[in-house]
């Protein structure tokens, strides 16, 4: 089927080819930027969650995000939805709720950050898969050095993606290569542990008693700071006032995290550049955050 077409008729027929022939409509749903996705009514009026690729970037992909859940859920204690189908075109889950607007829900969210990660926490970084965000490899080669990883597999590594080398200029590409390299200056060692990896709002969802559950994952041991700066940076909502808070007190988390919070994001900044049409706010932020290390005229 075309990228034009129908999705929730694709993602019917494809339920449908799986299998699911119980299912009676699928309605769209909102909200993700990679696939396309829906809430899957089947005939004994209960719901699931569906989401396809219209052209999958890879066969693994689906099952890498199963796997993420498994890891958060199992490793880290987290709440995530049970994977009821997956296939290299097509994943369904068990459907959730939207999440409370109450900033009490984001303090049970600080606990469940923090407890996964301050109970996972590894010797070396990376995974042993690469996975995905959004629709690019996530490359998750083992390292000691938290700063070449970092450097190497989460910045520098976007550097050769198509609208990547259009967007930013050789200042851009200089300034990002100086950064990295500096990175033990700017930075605080700290260990790896497991994290999210793609934790903003929109990943945040609950279950039927309100309690937070996490979904799209693209997980890797690395620092704990790829997950706070993702909240931290996405326009968290004003209930979220306490989040922070309540995680530096479960945590020990050093006052100076704020001003490092830029410098994490720009993977962020450089996986949306590579990936989406509307990127004038990542390219902006990202130059900012640059500035101070491009090469003097």
Known sequence: ??????????????????????????????GGQAAVAGLARRADGTSVFVKGFVEAPSDDAFAAEAAGLDALRTLGGATTPDVVLVGPDLLVLEALHPRPADAAFWERLAHVLARLHTTTTHPRFGWHDDNWLGRRRQVNTWHDDGFEFFAQHRLLRWLDEPRVRTLLDAGDRAALERLCARLPELLPVRPACLVHGDLWAGNVLATADGAPALIDPAVSYTWADIDLAHVWTTGPPPEATRFFDVYADLTGLDEGWRERMPIVQLRQHL?????????????DDLRATLAPFRPRS
């Open 271 to 283: 996986a949306v550049i590579a990936q989406f049409e509307d990127v004038r706010g990542a390219v």
């Open 1 to 30: 089927m075309s990228a034009t077409a129908d999705p929730t008729a694709l993602l019917l027929e494809r339920l449908h080819t799986a299998g699911m022939t119980d299912v009676v409509t699928v309605e769209h749903a909102s």
